[in-house]
């Protein structure tokens, strides 16, 4: 099992910048891959971005150029930088590892005021 915590979320102009976190703990060592998706209301979730143990990154065509995904297999935490921020990427930011099984965060808050 792999227990995932986001922090980092909040509030910000749009314009802005706000970095996401995810930490695994429990049987961190088998994940393969850990990405991030977001859920706006009234929407279904949707990919952001996901990064491989090897470091292979790939992004959503809406957020290429603004968010960058990174990891750090030591710690077992992925990064996503999120700059030039938009009211549309209002939304619940959700951390996913994959083992061969899915594991999901409990989600963080991302609003963007304009």
């Known amino acids: 099992q792999v227990q995932l915590v986001e922090s980092g979320g909040g509030l910000v102009q749009a314009g802005g910048s706000l970095n996401l976190s995810c930490t695994a703990s429990?049987?961190?060592?088998?994940?393969?891959?850990m990405g991030w998706y977001c859920k706006a209301p009234g929407k279904q979730r949707t990919f952001v971005a996901v990064?491989?143990?090897?470091?292979?990154?790939n992004y959503a065509d809406s957020v290429k150029g603004r968010f960058t995904i990174s990891r750090d297999n030591r710690k077992n935490t992925v990064h996503l930088q999120m700059n030039s921020l938009t009211p549309d990427d209002t939304a619940v930011y959700y951390c996913?590892?994959?083992?061969?099984?899915?594991?999901w965060g409990q989600g963080t808050q991302v609003t963007v005021s304009s």
């Open positions: 429990g049987s961190a060592f088998t994940i393969n891959s």
């Open positions: 990064i491989t143990t090897g470091g292979a990154p």
């Open positions: 996913r590892a994959f083992d061969g099984s899915v594991y």
